[in-house]
Every structure is written in C-alpha cells, then in structure tokens.
C-alpha cells in the first residue's frame, strides 16, 4: 500500500521570491566577474560601480519580496531577516569600496556571496526540510 503526499503549489509571491534571490546571487556573482574585470579592462571600474548599483536594488527587490511572502502571502517571516542583512552588508560593502578600503570590501563581497547562496537553497528547499 503506498501513501500518497500532496504538497500545496507555491503561491505566487514564494514563486517571485525565489526568482529574485536566484537573481541576486547571479547578481553577486556578476559582481565578483566586474571585480576581477576592474584590474584588467579600462572600463571595468564604470562596470564595477554600476552592478554595484544593480546589485542594491535587487537586494530591496529581495526584501520586499521576503516581507510580500510573509504578510500578504501568510508564510513564515524566516527569508526577512537574511534579506535585509544581505541588503545591509551590500550596502556597507559599497560604502568601503567607494572609499577604496579593500581590505574589508573584498572579504565582505566573499561572505554576501555565501550568504546569498546559503538563502537560495533555504528558498528552494521543500517546506518540510528548509
């Protein structure tokens, strides 16, 4: 005898959520590509800067969905308070670069990285494990 589960589909607000952090982390991704296109393209710092930019908003997109997903759409709050600190370390990231304080820019844009991979698979985890 077998048992059949049936697993409610995602609302569209859990769908648009993990659009977006899959967004931010290719994103964050781009980013580390523009760094390493700083050191060798004359351009690369306009580029650098401008997914830097980007790389922002889509944190405030990552955000604002998280909290979409858990007000309006009832689920748990559990992606807001990654959201924000991922939009928060961006941010602070930023403001080193700009003042061309590598030391702790580099290390911090390595650590979004991760956090912004840590959250996709919390994201695209099934409701059971995450």
Do not use: D
Not at 4 to 13: C, D, L
Not at 48 to 68: C, D, N, R
Request: hydrophobic share 60%.
């Amino acid at each position: 005898m077998t048992v059949q589960q049936h697993v409610a589909a995602p609302s569209w607000t859990m769908q648009a959520l993990r659009a977006v952090v899959v967004l931010h982390v290719v994103a964050l991704l781009f980013q580390a590509v523009t760094a390493g296109m700083l050191l060798s393209t004359p351009g690369g710092r306009a580029l650098h800067m401008l997914s830097g930019v980007v790389l922002v908003v889509i944190g405030l997109l990552h955000l604002i969905m998280a909290i979409l997903v858990w007000r309006p759409g009832g689920a748990s709050a559990r992606f807001i308070a990654p959201a924000a600190g991922l939009l928060v370390f961006t941010i602070v990231a930023a403001i080193l670069g700009i003042a061309h304080v590598k030391t702790v820019h580099l290390p911090l844009g390595v650590l979004l990285f991760g956090g912004g991979v840590m959250q996709l698979s919390r994201v695209l985890a099934r409701p059971g494990r995450a």
